[in-house]
DNA sequence: ACAATTCATTAAAGCGGTTTAACGATCAAT
DNA sequence: ATTGATCGTTAAACCGCTTTAATGAATTGT
C-alpha cells in the first residue's frame, strides 16, 4: 500500500500538504491539489484510516453492544433498533460496529473499543461495561432503563408500564373483566414493568390480577414465540376462564389465533387478542386483523444515536 | 485517558515491557507482570485499540457492506446472514463494521477502511469496491453471484437456478401444469435465476412458461411483501387459471392466504402454494401450513465469514 | 517604496502502541 | 574459571497520519 510519504515524495511536496489536499482542513492551491491527486490516483493511494483516527483521537465509529440471546439470533425489535441507529449515525458520517462477544473481566484481553461512543443495549443488572465506559472518558447511551436507576446515565426507553395500563385500560373499558397475559422472559425489566403497569390499570377499578394470569415466556420451555402461544392458550383455555388474551408480540398472537382456531373459538367474539409489540409486523396480515401495539423501535435508535451525537459533540474538546 | 507510557513511568519499567504484558507476546516474569497490573489498574489504563491496530497493522474487525434498500430496512434474509457472519467472526475474535452508506466516488472522501476484510452483500453489476479493495489488498468475499463473474472472486450464493428448477418438478410431479409465479425484485440476480431455473423444469417436459405467469415485486407498486402477494393474487385469479403459486417469501404468501380466503379458494385443494425462501419462518405457524424453502442464510454467512478468515490468515505475512 | 497582512507550504513533533536488536544477568555444561 | 545458551528487560525505530509553529512569497495599504 502507497503512504502518505510515498505520495508526497512523489509530487515532491511535504506530507503535511499531501494530508490537506485529503482532509480539507486548510486550503492548498488548486495547482497543486491536481497533482497530487493524479499521482495519488496513479500510486492507488487511500488514507489510511487508522492512522488518521490516531492522529485525530477520532474515529467515526460508534460501538453497539448487543445481549446475545440463547438462539444467538436478534428479533424484529432489535433489528428496527440497529437500523434506527445506524440510519441517524450515517447522517453524520457515522458507522456503526456491532459486537455480540460477551465480555470477559480479564483485563489484560480486554482493549479500548476503536470507538468515538457507545450505545448498550439491554444492559445488565449492574452493567460492569458502564463504568469501564465512563472510566475511559467514552460517551454512552443505554437502550433500556439502567438498573440501578443512576440519575448521571442517558437512556432511552419505552415506557412500558404506562403502556401496559393503557392496554389494561382499554381492555377493561371494553367490558373486559379477566384476561391471561402472555408476558415476555421473566427477568427483563420490560417483563415486571408490563405486569406493574397491567396490575395498575386493574387496581384502578378495584380489580385484582392472579398471579396464575400472567405467564412467562422461555426459550426452554416453548422452542419460539408462536408455539408459546399455541401451548398457552392451549393449556390454559379450560382451566381458567378469561376473555382476553394480551400476548408479547404478534408471533405470539399468531400461535394464540392457531390454538384457537384448533379449539373452535371464536375471535373476536370469544376472545379478544392484542399485542404488546408487532415485532414482525404480522398485525396487519392476521384474520382477523390483530391488534397490535406499535412501539417503533426504530425511532427509539433514533432517538438513542441523536442523543450519542450530542454527546459526542460536547466531548469533542478532549485534546488531553 | 493514561497511557502506556504513564504505566511504564509509575512502574519503573520501559513501555516496551509494559506491552508485553498486555499483549503476552513475549514472557514477563511473574513479579512485573503483577506489578504492571496493578498500576494499570489504579490509573484506569486500557490498551488503545486504534494505536494497537496501528502498529500491528491489523483491526481485527471486518467490514460487512450491506445495500440500502428503499426502505432502510433488512430482510429476514440478511438478518440471518449478518447473524451467521457475526458468529463466525466472533470466534475468532473479530468483530464487525456494519455500513450502508453509499459509496461517493470522490476519491478524497473515500478513506481506507479498519477493516481486515470486507464482506459485500448482493454486489452491484461490476461493483467498483471490489476493485478498490483488490488495489487496497484487502480480502474481500461476496455474497451473492458477482456480474460479470469473475473466477478470482470468492464468493458464497445459493444455487437458485437448481433450487427454482428443483420446486419446480415438485410442482409437476404433482401434477400441477400451470402455475403462477410471485418472483422478487426484477434487476436482483436471483429473480433472473430463479425463472431460468424454473423454466429448464418446465422444458424437461415439453411444456412452456409465459412470461405472464412471472410477477416481479416492487416496492413502489406494492409497499410490503405480504401486500405484494394479496393483490398479485386477486388480480391474476380471474385473468390466468393455475393450480398453484410459488412465491418470492412465506410474508408474500401470508398476502396469498389472505387473498385466497377473501375470494373463496381452498388451499391447497384448489390452489397450492409454496415459497422459496422462509424468511419470517412464518411457515410452520400458517394455516394450512405453507410449504416452504429453507435457504439457511445463517449458514451463507458461517460460509462468507470463513472463507473471509481464511483469506485473512493468508494474507497475514503482509509486513509490508 | 516599505511595512503590514495574508497565504500556501514545510519541517518536525506528536498520537499510543509494537517490535527489533542489543544487553546484562543467570544458569548449565565444559 | 570459561564458554555458550537462555531469559527478561530496554532503548530506539517505526506504524501512517495530523497539526503546530515557522518560513518565505505574494498581496495589500499608505
Redesign the interface.
Known amino acids: 500500500?502507497a503512504t502518505i510519504d510515498d505520495v508526497a515524495k512523489a509530487v515532491g511536496v511535504s506530507k503535511g500538504t499531501v494530508s490537506s489536499?485529503?482532509s480539507?482542513k486548510r486550503p492548498i492551491s488548486q495547482e497543486v491539489t491536481e497533482r497530487v491527486?493524479a499521482v495519488?490516483?496513479e500510486l492507488?493511494y487511500?488514507?489510511?484510516?487508522?492512522?488518521?483516527?490516531?492522529a485525530t483521537r477520532k474515529?467515526m465509529?460508534a460501538g453497539l453492544k448487543m445481549p446475545i440471546s440463547r438462539d444467538?439470533?436478534?428479533s424484529g425489535f432489535e433489528?428496527?433498533m440497529?437500523?434506527g441507529v445506524?440510519?441517524q449515525l450515517?447522517k453524520h458520517?457515522y458507522?456503526?460496529?456491532?459486537?455480540?462477544?460477551p465480555e470477559h473481566d480479564d483485563?489484560?484481553s480486554?482493549?479500548?473499543?476503536?470507538v468515538d461512543g457507545v450505545i448498550l443495549l439491554n444492559p445488565r443488572k449492574a452493567d460492569p461495561r458502564i463504568d469501564?465506559y465512563g472510566?475511559?472518558?467514552i460517551p454512552i447511551v443505554l437502550v433500556g432503563r439502567p438498573d440501578p436507576d443512576d440519575r448521571s446515565l442517558s437512556y432511552v426507553d419505552n415506557d412500558n408500564e404506562a403502556l401496559a395500563c393503557e392496554v389494561g385500560r382499554y381492555l377493561l373499558g371494553l367490558g373486559h373483566r379477566s384476561v391471561l397475559f402472555l408476558n415476555t422472559i421473566r427477568d427483563m425489566t420490560v417483563a415486571s414493568d408490563r405486569a406493574a403497569g397491567l396490575r395498575r390499570a386493574f387496581a384502578e377499578r378495584g380489580l385484582a390480577l392472579d398471579d396464575d394470569r400472567i405467564a412467562y415466556y422461555s426459550h426452554e420451555a416453548y422452542g419460539?414465540a408462536?408455539a408459546y402461544g399455541y401451548s398457552a392458550l392451549r393449556e390454559m383455555w379450560g382451566r381458567l376462564s378469561f376473555t382476553a388474551v394480551i400476548t408479547d408480540t404478534d408471533?405470539v398472537a399468531?400461535?394464540v389465533y392457531?390454538a384457537a382456531?384448533e379449539l373452535g373459538i371464536a375471535i373476536p367474539d370469544e376472545l379478544s387478542v392484542i399485542a404488546l409489540n408487532n415485532d414482525?409486523?404480522?398485525a396487519?396480515?392476521m384474520?382477523p386483523q390483530l391488534t397490535a401495539v406499535e412501539l417503533y423501535a426504530e425511532t427509539l435508535g433514533i432517538e438513542a444515536a441523536s442523543l450519542l451525537m450530542d454527546m459526542m459533540a460536547e466531548y469533542e474538546p478532549q485534546q488531553k
Open positions: 500500500m489536499v485529503f480539507k491527486l495519488a490516483k492507488g487511500y488514507p489510511n484510516h487508522v492512522a488518521r483516527s490516531l474515529t465509529i444467538m439470533s436478534l433489528i428496527q440497529i437500523n445506524m440510519k450515517a458520517g458507522r456503526v460496529l456491532l459486537d455480540t462477544l483485563p489484560t480486554f482493549s479500548m473499543d476503536p469501564r472510566q475511559m472518558g419460539n408462536a408471533r399468531l400461535g392457531r382456531r414482525a409486523t404480522l396487519q396480515e384474520e
